[in-house]
């Protein structure tokens, strides 16, 4: 046992020199080759950091597996090539030369010490404990590596060691195993300059270990010849070339290990990136689903819309000109809805409304009857029919659903209903032509006294000859009858505290049909070739009574001016808008063209162009109506916009709507992120305002602040505003007791609204 201990593979170990012989003294390293080792433990090192890195950054088992077998094929190279080299480097007045057997398998022991370790490495959580039992069984492995590797050497001399060199050349490798580990476990997270240079720092120091635990065993050594032994170098030995050989395959190996490390490091960071942004894209992919499902749908009633049901009503056409069938487009119009929202506000309104639609979609016969709310108190049904009687039968069964008594706002109220109807194929082949002919319909049923329905008949025809006087009297008015007025809504700026914008809005005070809003003369204006006129008109007098507020203080006030999309295609309008200004006096910077999403979309070339015309000038732009037009957030990013302005239907539910909640936030987060300002309509409520105000909303217009308000009230309008300002819902008069009202229509400032605001 003792022999065994004392002699192994021709070394021998723990046991003194014999009394014969001659001992080698004159030995030497060549210093080239010692540097070229230490350069090769230093890329072995360096290597092994990073193959490390890489295992810990690696997602996939399969590509762990293979990281592993590359980093421990890069550290028993570099380990097993640093001995080799200094080996060589060693010169001795005595043939030396190696066995291959022992020398490979000292290259088998290095893969299997290797393994071990990075195999330790492969655990993201280890304690100090852990790490210094690995790094003993890994020292212990390097350490049977180098002595295996001496006993290859061949010569004349017999080989002893000194016990106490050989127990320290053991402790050496036992210590850079442990330094290997945690500085692989510490650099394993972290990137930058500094990373990379505490890595190259690293692989020095576990360099100058292996070469250190190499060395130490060889002044261990002591080499005994026999007397008479041949003490002359053979001229044959060229260790250098040798050296420079392995030093050269072992650094290629190396290095186009760490270069397919950091191509597979840049490779992942790209796949992260790619899902990152494959992530942010189905988001919007999402955010766009919702606003596609929200402009095919009624916010308030979840009945179709008007797009919705023009996509039904399309198809319907195309399938009863095919099959010669009969269908009925009925239109319904509540009666006097409008005195429910002047009086009782508009969220009683919009509680009735969800009623009636109830009732609506109760009385139809089945689902393939479609029902539609076109907005405001308008309801459309289609259905299909063998008869005229069928569509009478259902008209008169809504008309006496509307009759039930309906409570709201602790009163017991009582609806009803008017409704036109017109018949495919008699009173119209196209959609265009039905709706037309239904709208004539109703209004007939109108102009009788409300409460009745009417088919479309021939002597209906007479209402295009009102349309006709209509037109008339607009182009007369546009003349200079001064029956054209602007009203103007406040818009709040959310930041500053006050009222910076205003928006301006058409009225016609006709002489026989009283205050006219918009939707009763603008399709009419569009028709007829007056929208421009109208428009430019609007335009004029929106900067003259801009520059009239100037005179009175307010000078930084903004004036929004809607352009209808009839007006976008028409290459003077940037003109028109300079000539305005400079006629007013007023700066290009106060003044904001709206336009809807629909308008944008009609021609993005052309309206691209004169878009960064008019932005030109020094003109804001902002898109009105967001989310309820054709609007693609690939064209969006491409407009020269300011401004976006979230329509009321959005809002009108929430925060009861999570919904709602979630779209409009997804809205206002887009928007600012395509750096555009945010206003949003329609806001009638004080928690609605406190929402957008927590959602980073710019700016806020609706019942909550004004109705839309002749020139002559905007002064008292705005300093109303001033003093019950909605950022402090508390402080109206000074009275901190005092509570905001719920109902818009109680807290608002200036003279009752005539018309409801509309654009």
Same mark, same amino acid.
């Given at each position: 046992?003792?022999? /065994?201990?004392?002699?192994?593979?021709?070394?021998?170990?723990?046991?003194?020199?014999?009394?014969?012989?001659?001992?080698?003294?004159?030995?030497?390293?060549?210093?080239?080759?010692?540097?070229?080792?230490? &350069?090769?433990?230093?890329?072995?090192?360096?290597?092994?950091?990073?193959?490390?890195? !890489?295992?810990?950054?690696?997602?996939?088992?399969?590509?762990?597996?293979?990281?592993?077998?590359?980093?421990?094929?890069?550290?028993?190279?570099?380990?097993?090539?640093?001995?080799?080299?200094?080996?060589?480097?060693?010169?001795?007045?005595?043939?030396?030369?190696?066995?291959?057997?022992?020398?490979?398998?000292?290259?088998?022991?290095?893969?299997?010490?290797?393994?071990?370790?990075?195999?330790?490495?492969?655990?993201?959580?280890?304690?100090?404990?852990?790490?210094? &039992?690995?790094?003993?069984?890994?020292?212990?492995?390097?350490?049977?590596?180098?002595?295996?590797?001496?006993?290859?050497?061949?010569?004349?001399?017999?080989?002893?060691?000194?016990?106490?060199?050989?127990?320290?050349?053991?402790?050496?490798?036992?210590?850079?195993?442990?330094?290997?580990?945690?500085?692989?476990?510490?650099?394993?997270?972290?990137?930058?300059?500094?990373?990379?240079?505490?890595?190259?720092?690293?692989?020095?120091?576990?360099?100058?270990?292996?070469?250190?635990?190499?060395?130490?065993?060889?002044?261990?050594?002591?080499?005994?010849?026999?007397?008479?032994?041949?003490?002359?170098?053979?001229?044959?030995?060229?260790?250098?070339?040798?050296?420079?050989?392995?030093?050269?395959?072992?650094?290629?190996?190396?290095?186009?290990? *760490?270069?397919?490390?950091?191509?597979?490091?840049?490779?992942?960071?790209?796949? =992260?990136?790619?899902?990152?942004?494959?992530?942010?894209?189905?988001?919007?992919?999402?955010?766009?689903?919702?606003?596609?499902?929200?402009?095919?749908?009624?916010?308030?009633?979840?009945?179709?819309?008007?797009?919705?049901?023009?996509?039904?009503?399309?198809?319907?056409?195309?399938?009863?000109?095919?099959?010669?069938?009969?269908?009925? *487009?009925?239109?319904?119009?509540?009666?006097?809805?409008? !005195?429910?929202?002047?009086?009782?506000?508009?969220?009683? @309104?919009?509680?009735?409304?969800?009623?009636?639609?109830?009732?609506?979609?109760?009385?139809?016969?089945?689902?393939?009857? *479609?029902?539609?709310?076109?907005?405001?108190?308008?309801?459309?049904?289609?259905?299909?029919?063998?008869?005229?009687?069928?569509?009478?039968?259902?008209?008169?069964?809504?008309?006496?659903?509307?009759?039930?008594? $309906?409570?709201?706002?602790?009163?017991?109220?009582?609806?009803?209903?008017?409704?036109?109807?017109?018949?495919?194929?008699?009173?119209?082949?196209?959609?265009?032509?039905?709706?037309?002919?239904?709208?004539?319909?109703?209004?007939?049923?109108?102009?009788? @006294?409300?409460?009745?329905?009417?088919?479309?008949?021939?002597?209906?025809?007479?209402?295009?000859?009102?349309?006709?006087?209509?037109?008339?009297?607009?182009?007369?008015?546009?003349?200079? !009858?001064?029956?054209?007025?602007?009203?103007? +809504?406040?818009?709040?700026?959310?930041?500053?505290?006050?009222?910076?914008?205003?928006?301006?809005?058409? =009225?016609?005070?006709?002489?026989?049909?009283?205050?006219?809003?918009?939707?009763?003369?603008?399709?009419?204006?569009?028709?007829?070739?007056?929208?421009?006129?109208?428009?430019?008109?609007?335009?004029?007098?929106?900067?003259?009574?801009?520059?009239?507020?100037?005179? !009175?203080?307010?000078?930084?006030?903004?004036?929004?001016?809607?352009?209808?999309?009839?007006?976008?295609?028409?290459?003077?309008?940037?003109?028109?808008?300079?000539?305005?200004?400079?006629? #007013?006096?007023?700066? #290009?910077?106060?003044?904001?063209?709206?336009?809807?999403?629909?308008?944008?979309?009609?021609?993005?070339?052309?309206?691209?162009?004169?878009?960064?015309?008019?932005?030109?000038?020094?003109?804001?732009?902002?898109?009105?109506?967001?989310?309820?037009?054709?609007?693609?957030?690939?064209? /969006?990013?491409?407009?020269?916009?300011?401004?976006?302005?979230?329509?009321?239907?959005?809002?009108?539910?929430?925060?009861?709507?999570?919904?709602?909640?979630?779209?409009?936030? #997804?809205?206002?987060?887009?928007?600012?992120?395509?750096?555009?300002? *945010?206003?949003?309509?329609?806001?009638?409520? +004080?928690?609605?305002?406190?929402?957008?105000?927590?959602?980073?909303?710019?700016?806020?217009?609706?019942?909550?602040?004004?109705?839309?308000?002749?020139?002559?009230?905007?002064?008292?309008?705005?300093?109303?505003? +001033?003093?019950?300002?909605?950022?402090?819902?508390?402080? $109206?008069?000074?009275?901190?007791?005092? $509570?905001?009202?719920?109902?818009?229509?109680?807290?608002?400032?200036?003279?009752?609204? $005539?018309?409801?605001?509309?654009?």
């Amino acid at each position: 046992m003792t022999g /065994l201990a004392m002699e192994w593979l021709g070394l021998h170990f723990f046991t003194d020199l014999p009394e014969n012989g001659h001992l080698l003294l004159n030995c030497s390293h060549n210093p080239f080759l010692v540097l070229l080792a230490y &350069l090769v433990a230093c890329a072995a090192g360096f290597g092994t950091l990073d193959m490390a890195e !890489r295992v810990g950054h690696v997602e996939d088992p399969t590509a762990r597996r293979h990281w592993r077998w590359l980093g421990a094929g890069c550290l028993a190279g570099g380990i097993w090539s640093t001995h080799f080299i200094s080996m060589l480097a060693f010169q001795a007045p005595i043939a030396i030369h190696y066995e291959l057997i022992m020398t490979f398998a000292s290259l088998v022991i290095a893969l299997i010490a290797s393994l071990f370790a990075m195999q330790t490495l492969s655990h993201t959580h280890l304690r100090f404990h852990q790490y210094l &039992l690995a790094s003993v069984w890994m020292g212990l492995g390097i350490a049977l590596m180098h002595y295996v590797g001496m006993s290859a050497m061949r010569s004349q001399a017999d080989v002893y060691f000194e016990t106490d060199l050989f127990m320290a050349s053991v402790a050496i490798a036992i210590g850079a195993s442990l330094a290997a580990l945690l500085l692989s476990s510490y650099l394993r997270t972290g990137a930058g300059v500094f990373h990379q240079l505490l890595k190259y720092a690293a692989s020095l120091v576990l360099g100058a270990g292996i070469l250190s635990m190499h060395f130490t065993g060889m002044a261990a050594m002591r080499m005994l010849v026999p007397a008479g032994a041949d003490l002359s170098l053979p001229l044959d030995n060229n260790p250098i070339q040798l050296g420079l050989s392995v030093a050269v395959i072992t650094l290629l190996v190396i290095g186009s290990s *760490v270069s397919a490390a950091l191509a597979d490091k840049k490779l992942q960071h790209k796949e =992260r990136d790619l899902r990152r942004v494959n992530a942010l894209l189905s988001e919007l992919d999402q955010a766009r689903a919702s606003l596609q499902q929200v402009a095919h749908f009624d916010a308030l009633t979840s009945l179709l819309n008007r797009r919705g049901f023009n996509q039904i009503f399309a198809e319907k056409v195309a399938e009863k000109t095919a099959g010669h069938g009969m269908m009925a *487009v009925i239109f319904l119009d509540i009666d006097h809805f409008k !005195r429910i929202n002047d009086s009782l506000g508009h969220d009683a @309104g919009d509680q009735l409304l969800t009623v009636l639609a109830g009732h609506i979609k109760g009385s139809v016969r089945s689902h393939s009857d *479609v029902v539609a709310r076109f907005g405001g108190d308008e309801f459309c049904i289609l259905i299909n029919i063998h008869h005229r009687d069928e569509a009478r039968h259902l008209a008169q069964r809504i008309m006496h659903k509307m009759k039930e008594p $309906i409570e709201l706002a602790g009163r017991r109220m009582v609806m009803t209903t008017s409704i036109g109807i017109s018949l495919f194929p008699d009173d119209g082949l196209t959609c265009e032509e039905l709706l037309k002919t239904a709208d004539l319909a109703l209004y007939q049923s109108k102009d009788a @006294g409300r409460n009745s329905l009417n088919f479309f008949s021939s002597n209906l025809k007479t209402r295009a000859f009102l349309e006709l006087q209509l037109e008339e009297q607009l182009r007369a008015a546009l003349r200079g !009858r001064n029956e054209l007025v602007l009203f103007y +809504q406040p818009i709040f700026d959310m930041k500053l505290g006050k009222v910076t914008r205003l928006e301006a809005l058409v =009225r016609w005070q006709h002489p026989q049909h009283g205050l006219l809003a918009p939707d009763r003369f603008i399709g009419i204006a569009e028709n007829n070739g007056l929208i421009a006129e109208l428009d430019h008109w609007v335009l004029r007098q929106a900067c003259h009574d801009l520059s009239l507020l100037s005179d !009175r203080g307010y000078t930084e006030l903004t004036m929004a001016v809607n352009c209808s999309a009839l007006n976008l295609a028409r290459d003077e309008l940037a003109d028109e808008i300079e000539a305005a200004l400079r006629f #007013a006096g007023i700066a #290009a910077s106060r003044l904001e063209l709206e336009v809807t999403e629909n308008a944008l979309m009609g021609n993005i070339s052309s309206t691209l162009a004169l878009l960064r015309q008019i932005r030109a000038l020094g003109v804001s732009l902002a898109i009105d109506d967001f989310g309820t037009g054709y609007s693609s957030l690939a064209y /969006l990013k491409r407009l020269p916009l300011n401004t976006l302005k979230i329509d009321r239907s959005f809002i009108q539910d929430i925060p009861k709507s999570t919904a709602d909640v979630e779209i409009v936030q #997804a809205i206002i987060g887009m928007a600012h992120t395509l750096h555009l300002q *945010v206003v949003t309509e329609g806001v009638e409520t +004080q928690a609605q305002f406190e929402l957008l105000l927590k959602h980073g909303c710019d700016f806020i217009q609706g019942y909550l602040l004004s109705p839309a308000v002749p020139l002559s009230d905007v002064v008292g309008v705005i300093q109303g505003i +001033q003093m019950r300002n909605p950022l402090y819902p508390f402080s $109206i008069e000074g009275n901190k007791d005092a $509570i905001a009202p719920k109902d818009p229509g109680a807290g608002r400032i200036g003279p009752p609204s $005539i018309v409801r605001p509309i654009r």
